[in-house]
Protein backbone atom coordinates (compact mmCIF):
# COMPACT_ATOMS: atom_id res chain seq x y z
CA UNK A 1 0.00 0.00 0.00
CA UNK A 2 0.94 3.48 -1.16
CA UNK A 3 1.44 5.88 2.07
CA UNK A 4 1.19 9.34 1.30
CA UNK A 5 1.55 12.54 2.86
CA UNK A 6 1.37 16.05 2.43
CA UNK A 7 3.16 18.22 4.52
CA UNK A 8 1.85 22.11 4.22
CA UNK A 9 4.86 24.93 3.63
CA UNK A 10 4.43 28.46 4.58
CA UNK A 11 8.48 29.24 4.90
CA UNK A 12 7.66 29.95 8.60
CA UNK A 13 9.76 28.53 11.50
CA UNK A 14 6.89 26.47 12.41
CA UNK A 15 6.76 25.56 8.69
CA UNK A 16 10.04 24.08 9.14
CA UNK A 17 9.24 22.06 12.16
CA UNK A 18 6.70 20.72 10.10
CA UNK A 19 9.03 19.49 7.30
CA UNK A 20 11.17 18.31 10.36
CA UNK A 21 8.66 16.04 11.74
CA UNK A 22 7.48 14.52 8.67
CA UNK A 23 11.24 13.53 7.81
CA UNK A 24 11.58 12.06 11.27
CA UNK A 25 8.60 9.79 11.35
CA UNK A 26 9.12 8.90 7.38
CA UNK A 27 10.08 5.44 8.24
CA UNK A 28 7.16 4.81 10.94
CA UNK A 29 4.56 5.48 9.07
CA UNK A 30 6.08 3.54 6.03
CA UNK A 31 5.83 6.66 4.15
CA UNK A 32 6.17 6.04 0.25
CA UNK A 33 5.37 9.92 -0.87
CA UNK A 34 5.68 13.15 0.73
CA UNK A 35 3.81 16.19 -0.82
CA UNK A 36 5.46 19.42 -0.21
CA UNK A 37 2.61 22.15 -0.59
CA UNK A 38 2.63 25.88 -0.99
CA UNK A 39 -0.12 27.94 -1.91
CA UNK A 40 0.28 31.65 -3.53
CA UNK A 41 -1.78 34.29 -3.97
CA UNK A 42 -0.55 35.47 -7.19
CA UNK A 43 -1.99 34.87 -10.68
CA UNK A 44 0.53 33.22 -13.81
CA UNK A 45 3.12 30.71 -14.15
CA UNK A 46 6.07 32.51 -13.15
CA UNK A 47 4.49 32.58 -9.35
CA UNK A 48 3.96 28.95 -9.53
CA UNK A 49 7.37 28.26 -11.05
CA UNK A 50 9.34 30.52 -8.84
CA UNK A 51 7.41 29.03 -5.55
CA UNK A 52 8.38 25.21 -6.82
CA UNK A 53 12.47 26.40 -6.89
CA UNK A 54 11.32 28.37 -3.41
CA UNK A 55 9.36 25.05 -2.23
CA UNK A 56 12.60 22.90 -2.83
CA UNK A 57 14.92 25.02 -1.51
CA UNK A 58 13.51 25.34 1.89
CA UNK A 59 12.73 21.37 2.10
CA UNK A 60 16.51 20.54 1.30
CA UNK A 61 17.20 23.47 3.82
CA UNK A 62 15.23 21.62 6.42
CA UNK A 63 16.26 18.52 5.70
CA UNK A 64 19.59 18.99 5.22
CA UNK A 65 21.05 16.93 8.59
CA UNK A 66 18.42 14.14 7.68
CA UNK A 67 18.94 10.73 5.14
CA UNK A 68 15.53 10.59 3.20
CA UNK A 69 15.38 6.81 2.26
CA UNK A 70 15.89 6.39 -1.90
CA UNK A 71 12.28 4.41 -1.23
CA UNK A 72 10.51 7.66 -0.52
CA UNK A 73 9.29 10.23 -3.67
CA UNK A 74 9.44 13.60 -2.87
CA UNK A 75 6.99 15.50 -4.80
CA UNK A 76 6.74 19.79 -4.87
CA UNK A 77 3.52 21.36 -5.74
CA UNK A 78 2.57 25.51 -5.96
CA UNK A 79 -1.10 25.76 -6.20
CA UNK A 80 -3.09 29.90 -6.37
CA UNK A 81 -5.89 30.01 -3.84
CA UNK A 82 -7.12 30.29 -0.49
CA UNK A 83 -4.15 27.82 2.20
CA UNK A 84 -6.95 25.99 3.80
CA UNK A 85 -9.22 25.21 0.91
CA UNK A 86 -6.05 24.35 -1.49
CA UNK A 87 -4.36 21.87 1.30
CA UNK A 88 -7.61 19.82 1.66
CA UNK A 89 -7.92 19.62 -2.28
CA UNK A 90 -4.02 18.72 -2.72
CA UNK A 91 -5.04 16.06 0.15
CA UNK A 92 -7.83 14.35 -1.39
CA UNK A 93 -6.46 15.04 -5.19
CA UNK A 94 -3.19 12.94 -4.29
CA UNK A 95 -5.12 10.76 -1.83
CA UNK A 96 -2.65 11.47 1.51
CA UNK A 97 -3.38 9.53 4.12
CA UNK A 98 -1.89 12.36 6.69
CA UNK A 99 -1.69 16.08 6.46
CA UNK A 100 1.21 17.66 8.37
CA UNK A 101 1.43 21.29 9.02
CA UNK A 102 3.16 24.07 11.54
CA UNK A 103 1.11 26.81 13.26
CA UNK A 104 2.47 29.70 15.57
CA UNK A 105 0.12 28.34 18.45
CA UNK A 106 -1.91 31.63 18.25
CA UNK A 107 -4.57 32.14 20.53
CA UNK A 108 -7.48 34.24 21.84
CA UNK A 109 -7.81 37.65 19.55
CA UNK A 110 -4.75 37.10 17.54
CA UNK A 111 -6.52 33.92 15.94
CA UNK A 112 -9.82 35.68 15.96
CA UNK A 113 -8.57 38.09 14.04
CA UNK A 114 -5.92 36.13 11.50
CA UNK A 115 -7.98 33.53 10.90
CA UNK A 116 -6.66 29.79 11.62
CA UNK A 117 -5.81 27.84 8.70
CA UNK A 118 -4.74 24.73 10.71
CA UNK A 119 -8.12 24.88 12.21
CA UNK A 120 -10.41 24.89 9.24
CA UNK A 121 -7.76 21.55 7.76
CA UNK A 122 -8.06 20.07 11.11
CA UNK A 123 -11.92 20.55 11.11
CA UNK A 124 -12.34 19.38 7.19
CA UNK A 125 -9.72 17.15 6.13
CA UNK A 126 -10.57 13.74 5.15
CA UNK A 127 -7.08 12.24 6.78
CA UNK A 128 -5.51 12.32 9.90
CA UNK A 129 -3.77 15.87 10.58
CA UNK A 130 -0.67 16.50 12.67
CA UNK A 131 -0.12 20.13 13.43
CA UNK A 132 3.30 20.67 15.24
CA UNK A 133 3.70 23.75 17.12
CA UNK A 134 7.41 25.43 17.72
CA UNK A 135 7.50 23.94 21.55
CA UNK A 136 6.74 20.21 20.45
CA UNK A 137 9.34 19.74 17.69
Known amino acids: MRVRILVAVD ?18 LEVTEVFFHHVVEEEGLPAIEKGVSKVR ?3 DE ?8 STVGLRYAVTKGRPAESILAAARSNRCQ ?3 MGTN ?6 R ?8 V ?3 TAPCTVV ?5 SA
Open 105 to 110: GRRGMN
Open 131 to 135: VVKPD
Open 98 to 100: TIV
Open 112 to 119: LLLGSVAE
Open 57 to 59: AFV
Open 62 to 69: AYADEDVP
Open 11 to 28: FSAASRLACRWAIEHLNR
Open 121 to 123: VVR
